[in-house]
Every structure is written in structure tokens, then in C-alpha cells.
């Protein structure tokens, strides 16, 4: 996984950053943009087009006034000669029609190219963290990778729906205003030249101070977000431990930060946009001043003076839209560099290069001198060797942290060995073509996670062509289908959220009739008992019986009540197997798990 400065590259931790750093952050940001903008770059050329003939066409009003006023009007009442009149009229009318529909297209066509780009983004987004190994979720927090699908792809759906909008049609408008200023009257122009000059400063200072604000504010939304999502997250664990009034307090910690940075955001503008105006109208006075008194000397025409004032009052209508274009801008460049982070995350298992198709395996299993450890660099297995032939039923049991279920991580190859070789029927699981690979071996955790849904849909899940009479078969083949029928719309009941509808038991049957539905050639239980009660193992007992027959299975237990169905037993402590034979030979003897059996036993009387 790449360095952690990849994927927080934003707030604080961006001002952390040596040059080098970030001139890479920013080169892959802009690779992104490209990627993204490339195959719709035939719309975007259009929409620039639209977007400068609407901007032309806006501008010429002004300059269509001063005709009319200059030659059209005197030609009335001089000669009587309407033609010019009408054809000032017509022009004014026809450029405000022009305009306003040239606006309206280029309005749909960069929306369209907007939604566009965003719909690729969130779809790279959501394939790519699924791509993603476990390595990486095990360390990403959930709160951060959903801030990656949701407020930062607002921001940058915000910097295209209207931030470059913004800014485009303002410097556009601004750019031609000028222009046909210079053209109409050069000393009026002169007077918006000079007044650039505190508008530059005035810019230059709200840039510096905006940047600082709106950087603090969008990690402490982040920080906000990221509160909530792990507080909801994990409500249980806040419910049992007692934990409302201290997440509380630190929510609202965050909260009064976010509400004080959004303050002097507020104030910000509360000195920006008075002296924008100011600026404004001071330099329409100045013109107004000026060109008053060369319109009493002749020097000008009436219309030149008032198109003059127009042209002066539009100029700095963008600048604010303009300064707001900044604060997207910021938003969305953080929100692109933490997202082109993510997407640059390498999968720690990566795809084969030669892909091994494995069309009907039998679930041979082996370890060879096979090493790992975790990122933190703790060595789980030293040199581990293990053969499990094809249809036994082996029980791994050991203390906490023995790497019982480090193993199954490697034999269903969410890891990978660092050392060493995992097979399966002499396939090394690295060159196994991934969907023979996840059709082969399926794991079946605590957890019993159900999606939200129906039962059905949640059995299908092992295998989503299956048909009706399958999903009830597979329900009824480990003893879920009792339970199904009796719900209030059976097989089509919701289960709510995370299955919140079923019992733990419950949740256990379904994740085993979707297992059972998968037909694996190997199957990997892990602790898939522990939080069951005594009637919902025994129920979950039923079923394994039919579960596990004609395959491979792994089953990791704390209850030696599951080993029973074992055919072999293995004994682990820190990676390496210290005992290794049948229950009952392991029972009879002396050895580490014949302690575990008599405490265990001794704990049910």
C-alpha cells in the first residue's frame, strides 16, 4: 500500500508535504482530470464555443445603446428616418434572444458534461475500493471512504455544475467588456485599468486568507463527518459502554470548531464583498464625473457615456462570482488529490498476470514453508508447511492471535504469502483465475453480514443465477427454511439493515444456505458459532452437518463443541502447529488441546 501522505493530502497534513511531494500530488490530480475529461472533450470544445458566442452577444448590448442614442435617435428626429431606430431595436432584441438561449444551452451542455464525468468518477471510485485487499479497509477508516463518495465528490461536482462556470463566463465577459470599452471610449477604459489596481490587491488578499479558511474548513468537515459515520457506525458498542455523553462532547468539540472557521469565512467575505462594491462605485462615479464634462465640452456623445457606465457597472459583476470560483476550486483540487489517492492504491493481492482456470476443483489444500506478517511487520506464520487433502474437515483451535485466522485469510487468498506457497490442487492460489478462485472457496465469518434486502436475495448472493427452487433448496438443506416460512412474507421478508430483522442464529442459517448455494470445494468457517446462543448452535450444528459433506472445510473454533465434526484437529500456537490428529486421540492424551477439552467440559457442568 502506498504511503499514507497519498491518502491525506489535504488540511494540515498537506502543508507537511516536501516540494517534490507535492508536484507529484498535483501531476497525478491533473492525470485524473485528463483521464476524465478525455472521452468528452468533443462536448466540452462545443460547450466553450456556446459559451463565447452567449458572452458576445450579452456584451453587445451596451454598445447597441450607444448606437441608438448616438445615431439612431438624431436620424428620427433629424430626417425623420426611422431605419436605424428599428435596426438598433431589432439588433438589441435579437442579441438578448441570442443570448439568452445560447445561455440556456450552454447551461444544459456543461451540466451534461459535469454529470458525466462525475457518473465515471463515482464509478471508478466505488469499482476500485472494491478491488481493493483487505489490507487496505483494515486501515482506511469507513468514515474516510465514505467522505471520498460523498462530500468530496460534491465538491468537484460543485467546481463543474458552477464553479467553472463561474469562472469562465467571468473572465470572458470581463475580457470582452473590456475590449468593446476600449473600442467605445479609451479614457473610461483607462479609469477600469487604474481601478484594476486595488481590485488586484483586494483579490490578492481574500486569495491568501481564503486559502488558509477554507482549507480549516474542509478538515473540519471532514473530521465532523468522520465523528458521525464511526459514532453511528458503531452505536452498539456506544450504547453498551455508556458512551452518549462523551461522544457528545467530542462531536461537539468538532461542530464549535467547523461553526468557528465557517465565522471568519463569513467575515471574510463580510470585508470582500464591501470593498468590491466600493471599488465599483467609485470607479462609476469617476466615469460618470469625467465623462459628464467632456459630454458638456462635446468632446463625447450621450450614448457613448451611458454605454460607458454600463460596460463599468458589468465589469465587476463576475469578480465576486469569480473569488467564489476560488473557494470551489480549493475544495474540489483537495477533494480530487485525495480521491486520485485513492485510485492510485495498488491492490496488495494483485490480479494474475496468466491467469490458471481450475474448472472442477477437489479442495486439495497446502502450505509450503509459507511466511506472512501484517503491514506492521510482526511475522504471524514462520516457515509454515500444511497439506489438507481434498473433502477433509480439519478444526484449527489455539489462543488469540495464534494466526488461526490469519490462515484462513491466505488460504481464501485475501492475503497473499510473503514467503512460500499456498495451493489448492497444486494451483499456486497467486496464478488462480480470481472467479474460479472465489467459486472454489468460500468463507463463512462471525459476522453473518446480510445486505439490505430479501432473504432470498441475500441466499442468492452465493450464487445470483440460482433460481427459486434453488434458493429454497439450499434453505431447506441446512434447516433455515422453518424459520423463512414462518416470516411474515418468507423467502421475500426484509431482513433491514444489516439483517436486523434475524436473530444471530438466524443471520448464521442464511450465511450458510448462501455458502451451501455457492457450492464451494472449500469451505472456511470462522468462528462461525461464537455468537450463538445453546439452541442456535444446535440448529447451526444441524446444518453444518449438511454443509460441510463432499468438501473441504477449515473450521476455526473457541466452542470444541464444533470440533466434534472434525476428521483432524490442529493445534495452534504463535503460527506453528503443535498438535495435529483425530478429536478423539487429541481427548485421550496429555497434550495442549486435552486441557482445553476437560476445561471446557468442566465449564458446561
Do not use: C
Amino acid at each position: 500500500m502506498s504511503d499514507n501522505t497519498v491518502q491525506g493530502v489535504s488540511g494540515e497534513e498537506r502543508s507537511s508535504l516536501t516540494p517534490e511531494e507535492s508536484a507529484r500530488i498535483r501531476k497525478r490530480s491533473l492525470k485524473l482530470l485528463g483521464e476524465l475529461v478525455r472521452p468528452v472533450r468533443g462536448r466540452v470544445i462545443l460547450t466553450m464555443v456556446v459559451v463565447i458566442l452567449s458572452t458576445a452577444a450579452q456584451v453587445a448590448g451596451p454598445a447597441l445603446i450607444a448606437f441608438g442614442l448616438n445615431q439612431a435617435l438624431p436620424a428620427v428626429l433629424d430626417q425623420a428616418d426611422w431605419g436605424p431606430a428599428f435596426l438598433a431595436v431589432g439588433a438589441l432584441l435579437a442579441s438578448g434572444i441570442v443570448g439568452a438561449v445560447l445561455i440556456s444551452w450552454y447551461t444544459i451542455l456543461s451540466a451534461r458534461v459535469s454529470q458525466a464525468i462525475l457518473l465515471d468518477l463515482r464509478l471508478r471510485v466505488f469499482a476500485h475500493t472494491q478491488d481493493l485487499s483487505l489490507d487496505f479497509h483494515e486501515s482506511y477508516t469507513s468514515g474516510r471512504i465514505i467522505s471520498r463518495q460523498t462530500s468530496d465528490l460534491d465538491a468537484i461536482r460543485e467546481l463543474l455544475d458552477s464553479g467553472i462556470n463561474q469562472l469562465v463566463s467571468g473572465v470572458l465577459y470581463m475580457s470582452f467588456t473590456a475590449v468593446a470599452m476600449v473600442l467605445l471610449d479609451p479614457i473610461s477604459a483607462l479609469v477600469i485599468a487604474i481601478a484594476l489596481i486595488p481590485l488586484l490587491l483586494l483579490g490578492r488578499w481574500f486569495q491568501r486568507r481564503s486559502q488558509v479558511l477554507f482549507r480549516q474548513q474542509r478538515v473540519a468537515s471532514a473530521q465532523t463527518i468522520v465523528k458521525f459515520v464511526e459514532t453511528m457506525t458503531g452505536i452498539r458498542a456506544v450504547k453498551a459502554f455508556r458512551a452518549r455523553r462523551r461522544n457528545e462532547e467530542e462531536f461537539g468539540e468538532k461542530v464549535e470548531n467547523l461553526r468557528g472557521i465557517n465565522a471568519r469565512v463569513i467575515g471574510l467575505f463580510g470585508i470582500f464583498d464591501p470593498g468590491l462594491i466600493l471599488i465599483a462605485n467609485v470607479s462609476v462615479a469617476v466615469i460618470v464625473l469625467v465623462g459628464g464634462l467632456r459630454v458638456a465640452g462635446g468632446a463625447i456623445a450621450i450614448g457613448t457615456l451611458l454605454a460607458a457606465v454600463l460596460y463599468a457597472k458589468r465589469f465587476f459583476d463576475p469578480v465576486e462570482d469569480m473569488a467564489m470560483f476560488y473557494n470551489s476550486y480549493q475544495s474540489a483540487a483537495a477533494a480530487l488529490e485525495k480521491i486520485s489517492g485513492v485510485l492510485e492504491e495498488e491492490p496488495g493481492v494483485p490480479a494474475p498476470q496468466a491467469p490458471v482456470a481450475l474448472h472442477t476443483p477437489r479442495g486439495h489444500l497446502e502450505f509450503r514453508e509459507t511466511t506472512f506478517g501484517y503491514g506492521n511487520g510482526v511475522e504471524i506464520l514462520p516457515k509454515f508447511s500444511l497439506e489438507i487433502p481434498a473433502g477433509q474437515t480439519i478444526a484449527l483451535v489455539g489462543a488469540t492471535g495464534a494466526g488461526k485466522t490469519t490462515l484462513a485469510k491466505l488460504m481464501s487468498r485475501f492475503y497473499d504469502p510473503t514467503s512460500g506457497r499456498v495451493t489448492l490442487d497444486g494451483v499456486d492460489l497467486r496464478d488462480l483465475d480470481d472467479a474460479h478462485l472465489r467459486r472454489a472457496v468460500v468463507m463463512v465469518t462471525q459476522e453473518a453480514y446480510l445486505f439490505s434486502g430479501t432473504i432470498a436475495d441475500n441466499i442468492a448472493l452465493g450464487n445470483p443465477d440460482a433460481t427459486r427452487e434453488q434458493i429454497i433448496e439450499a434453505a431447506r438443506a441446512v434447516g433455515a427454511d422453518t424459520f423463512i416460512e414462518a416470516m411474515p412474507a418468507g423467502f421475500d421478508t426484509d431482513v433491514n439493515k444489516r439483517g436486523g430483522r434475524l436473530s444471530a442464529g438466524q443471520r448464521q442459517l442464511v450465511s450458510f444456505a448462501r455458502a451451501f448455494l455457492a457450492d464451494p470445494a472449500v469451505l472456511l468457517l470462522d468462528e462461525a458459532t461464537a455468537s450463538l446462543d445453546i439452541p442456535g448452535e444446535r440448529a447451526v450444528q444441524n446444518a453444518l452437518q449438511t454443509l460441510l459433506a463432499s468438501r473441504t472445510a477449515v473450521i476455526i473454533a473457541h466452542r470444541l463443541s464444533t470440533v466434534a465434526i472434525a476428521d483432524r484437529v490442529l493445534v495452534m500456537e504463535q503460527g506453528q502447529i503443535v498438535e495435529d490428529d483425530t478429536p478423539e486421540a487429541l481427548i485421550s492424551g496429555t497434550g495442549r488441546f486435552a486441557k482445553l477439552h476437560a476445561a471446557w467440559r468442566n465449564s458446561l457442568v
